[in-house]
């Protein structure tokens, strides 16, 4: 019987901890914001059907999407969460200002250009695409600052180890 004592390790014998605390609701909140992103588009494509928006135009802006919103899941789910540096660099770089400033900037035209709340048509779904824009917003946000916590930065400056399943 060999001892474990002279025994040599592998890559294969060495699994990393669960991300701390910040990391895991970072991750929520990446998820939480990309859930939000989908709920929109659906929410503005049933509008835009309503509206009578050519379905094709409006399936090649789904198509594109969908493209985007599943990139950002996979890059959450495969490498932020296992601590890759770009991978948290890219989710703060890329929905921190681009994702930003397109939530921003229909709410913030709309005050510039017209501001008064009287005319606000307040129905189901204006309250409905509100609400989830406001989540979206506060996601993405508070992901970001948990994503540069003193844990989530000791998380990050090691070299992931991947699981062997």
């Not at 019987?1 to 002279?6: E, G, I, Y």
């Not at 592998?10 to 939000?36: N, Q, S, Y």
């Amino acid at each position: 019987m060999t001892s474990t004592k002279h025994r040599h390790l592998t890559i294969h014998d060495v699994v990393r901890p669960e991300p701390p605390l910040a990391v895991r609701g970072a991750i929520t909140l990446w998820f939480t914001a990309i859930g939000a992103g989908v709920a929109e588009s659906v929410l503005g494509a049933l509008g835009a059907i309503g509206d009578g928006t050519p379905v094709f135009g409006l399936l090649f802006q789904l198509a594109f999407r969908a493209i985007v919103y599943g990139g950002l899941f996979v890059v959450v789910d495969r490498y932020f969460r296992p601590g890759v540096a770009w991978a948290r660099w890219l989710l703060a770089g890329l929905l921190g200002t681009v994702g930003i400033a397109s939530l921003l900037v229909g709410p913030v035209d709309w005050l510039l250009h017209n501001g008064d709340f009287g005319t606000v048509h307040w129905s189901a779904s204006f309250i409905a695409f509100a609400v989830i824009r406001c989540v979206h917003l506060t996601a993405v946000i508070t992901a970001i600052l948990l994503s540069f916590q003193p844990d989530a930065n000791r998380w990050f400056s090691h070299r992931a180890v991947r699981r062997t399943r």
